[in-house]
């Protein structure tokens, strides 16, 4: 079992939020359910990248937290869906916002990223 080596802060609001939205894929499939895609293997053609079991525990974790919820319809084989909650629905203008931001400074971010990355790679 996970044991926790840093306590949890949870003394402001920017604590709270990282210990929600904390993990790689969690605003992504916020912004994806909340874009219709529902379904286990549609999150998972939008985000490639992800293992299928990366992504159920970042689910699980976001159903944790009360922002989606899991329906799961008795059939054969079962079919499951997730939609945001109406919590989880106050997220998507944040998120919105964020992804605005990282458009109007795209270029200077992927510089200074790929910049850090050439930084490793040579020391």
């Known amino acids: 079992m996970y044991e926790r080596k840093i306590p949890l802060n ?44 990366v992504l159920n525990i970042q689910l699980k974790e976001l159903e944790e937290h009360e922002l989606v919820s899991k329906i799961i319809y008795p059939q054969v084989p079962p079919k499951v869906e997730y939609s945001l909650t109406d919590f989880g629905k106050t997220l998507i203008p944040v998120i919105s916002a964020l992804g605005n931001w990282g458009d109007k400074h795209e270029e200077r971010l992927r510089n200074v990223i790929l910049q850090k990355s050439q930084n490793l790679q040579e020391g």
């Open 10 to 53: 949870l003394n402001c609001g920017l604590d709270l939020i990282g210990e929600v939205l904390y993990g790689k894929w969690k605003i992504r499939l916020l912004w994806f359910i909340d874009q219709g895609f529902q379904r286990p293997s549609e999150l998972q053609r939008k985000i490639p990248d992800a293992s299928r079991r």
